[in-house]
């Protein structure tokens, strides 16, 4: 049932392989909120600049209001320090106000980005085609839009302003430090330097570890995912151990790389605000004995002399510059995680869309006289073919009735092994053709061609005298009804499930599709009858309910043309009794293929195909077949 860990991680590396995706997310944000984050972006400067120019208020205070004060009495510097105090009040209001402003707006902007990402995730999702969803773990998928847009939730709202503000902070207090002293700055420059080597290898490595802890709680997922889905497979195989021991392989490795992730994640802030208090001393000594020995201070264009309140600013800045730093430390991890998720993100919503260049579409009709069909807005329960023709620009509306012809169809999944080889059939109106053959024959692949989940490598597939490659495939699958071997039935109640089928048809509508197949007793004595409340896939009914429900879904569509691929396989003997006499009724009058293994399905056929490895090798009539003695 599982598939090894190595074959998970390639399947969840395919959502990846978008490079440098912080360009495209930065797009991406300012696309949809350009006044809010030009307005963010104001902001957060105002704010650095506030929280960066305090050590200049603190040597002015100290060197023009305490030391003065100290020498000639408070009265003599009374002015000077209102004057200070008023304007650092002034500029730290307007430094809290640039943080609610900015804080605010980039809750929108977060929340605002993720929900336009997973609509257009979801977008893109319906949009792919049917290979997709057979060649990627579900629970991968559904990581993309838990896990994945988590991190770029962290990214876009905490990482990425704290990185602007911090190295803005930064800017100003380098050209405050150099406009107070080139020496105390070269101290601060090679400590500096020594903290950015570190959080490069340190940050680099824990940001390396996210991103594996990343793909690794995907594919734990999809494990899990696929564990719930086969539960009792599992159990009634005595599978328990084996599953312990297969999730302790995708759990060991999560495991490895959140462990390493931390270990150099929590290791770095420590180390950086050590060395930043080894800062704090070198810069209090070496101030200290430039004071005292009267040093010449060296400036770019600043003051002349260190000062106790030059040596005092120096220190607040020196404390600022160490803490910006660490936390800028701390966002590269996260940054790395958001830009994997970003990544997986755009792979999802990248992916190429299902392709479909048909022209030929659906059109509601009505009957002339003279027996032609022309289009109208009236629900007449006719429907024809619109084609337009592209050599001479006329339109042509052919009935819909429901022939199909197969003429030499070749097909394969993968491009290398054959599943169909030289198929030929056709359906005349309101016939019933049957498939039978061993699993694997390729009975299911042919009702998928038909409804073109996947296109034909060679050959032709007619409906109604169209190629089917020209009709559009939406237009295409509306004209067919499928009831599937595997019922799926949405939350929802029984009603809904059943609109399903057609979303404009009324309850009355429903409910005669639902005795059409013979469905109407059981839901009648549910607990609310139509009403109730269907959850995990109809778990709260039987499976030969749940296939009566999708049968009467199938029914309520009134298709011309019906797809049953297994449908009473999951109704016992007696339930199929009375199920068939709906199933008669639900075929008549409509082009009929079914698939199945059971001789009372088959046996009122107009046609059985008889497949073998691909290929039909016989056909006929039950009673053709049975004379023959051949495989049937």
């Not at 997709?132 to 962290?154: L, V």
Request: glycine share 10%; aromatic share 8%; hydrophobic share 45%.
């Amino acid at each position: 049932m599982a598939r090894s860990v190595n074959a998970r991680v390639e399947d969840s590396e395919k959502l990846e392989g978008i490079e440098r995706p912080f360009g495209r997310l930065m797009r991406y944000v300012f696309h949809h909120y350009p006044v809010r984050i030009t307005l963010t972006v104001v902001c957060i400067i105002l704010a650095a600049v506030a929280s960066a120019v305090g050590s200049i208020f603190m040597q002015q205070i100290v060197d023009n209001v305490v030391t003065p004060g100290l020498e000639s009495g408070f009265d003599a510097v009374r002015g000077t320090l209102v004057r200070l105090v008023v304007t650092m009040g002034i500029i730290f209001s307007a430094g809290v106000i640039g943080n609610f402003i900015y804080t605010r707006a980039m809750a929108i902007v977060t929340q605002g980005t993720l929900k336009h990402m997973r609509d257009d995730m979801f977008d893109s999702m319906e949009r792919l085609p049917l290979r997709f969803f057979d060649t990627h773990p579900h629970g991968a998928i559904m990581s993309t839009y838990t896990n994945d847009t988590d991190a770029i939730r962290q990214l876009i709202g905490q990482s990425i302003p704290t990185l602007i503000q911090s190295g803005l902070t930064i800017i100003v207090l380098i050209g405050t430090m150099l406009y107070y002293s080139v020496w105390l700055f070269l101290v601060v420059l090679v400590v500096g330097g020594l903290m950015a080597f570190l959080t490069g290898k340190l940050g680099g490595l824990s940001g390396r570890f996210m991103k594996a802890q990343q793909a690794a709680l995907a594919d734990e997922e999809g494990f899990i995912e696929e564990m719930m889905d086969g539960q009792k497979v599992v159990q009634v195989f005595n599978h328990e151990q084996d599953a312990k021991d297969q999730f302790l392989e995708y759990n060991q490795k999560l495991f490895d790389s959140s462990q390493k992730a931390n270990v150099y994640g929590n290791v770095l802030m420590p180390a950086l605000g050590n060395i930043g208090n080894i800062m704090y001393v070198v810069i209090a000594i070496v101030g200290g004995v430039m004071i005292l020995e009267q040093t010449p201070n060296v400036h770019l264009v600043g003051v002349d002399v260190i000062t106790v309140g030059v040596v005092v600013s120096f220190l607040g800045m020196v404390r600022n510059f160490s803490q910006t730093i660490g936390q800028m430390s701390m966002q590269v991890p996260m940054i790395a995680l958001g830009m994997a998720g970003a990544g997986r993100v755009f792979a999802l919503i990248d992916q190429e869309p299902e392709e479909d260049h048909g022209y030929v579409t659906l059109v509601r009709a009505r009957e002339l006289p003279d027996g032609s069909v022309e289009p109208t807005e009236e629900r007449t329960g006719i429907w024809a073919w619109r084609h337009p023709h592209q050599a001479d620009g006329t339109v042509t509306y052919t009935r819909l009735r429901g022939e199909l012809v197969m003429e030499d169809v070749d097909f394969s999944y993968d491009g290398e092994k054959q599943i169909l080889h030289d198929i030929s059939l056709w359906a005349k109106p309101g016939q019933k053709i049957a498939f039978v053959g061993a699993t694997g024959a390729g009975k299911t692949t042919i009702t998928n061609l038909i409804n073109r989940f996947y296109d034909i490598a060679d050959g032709k597939i007619r409906y109604d005298g169209i190629n089917i490659n020209k009709i559009r495939k939406s237009d295409l699958r509306r004209s067919l009804g499928v009831v599937l071997q595997d019922v799926k039935l949405f939350t929802g109640t029984v009603m809904d499930n059943i609109r399903y089928g057609r979303l404009d048809a009324t309850d009355e509508e429903c409910i005669e599709a639902a005795k059409l197949a013979n469905a109407d007793s059981f839901i009648r004595r549910l607990p609310e009858g139509y009403d109730t409340m269907l959850t995990g896939n109809g778990s709260n009914l039987s499976q030969g309910q749940a296939q009566l429900l999708s049968i009467a879904r199938a029914a309520v569509a009134d298709p011309p043309a019906m797809i049953l691929d297994e449908a009473t396989s999951s109704i016992d003997t007696r339930t199929e009794a009375l199920v068939q006499q709906g199933m008669d009724n639900l075929m008549e009058g409509r082009t009929v293929f079914v698939i199945a293994h059971r001789l009372s399905t088959v046996r009122n056929s107009d046609a059985i195909m008889v497949l073998e490895q691909g290929r039909i090798i016989e056909r006929g009539t039950h009673d053709d077949l049975i004379e023959q003695g051949g495989v049937y």
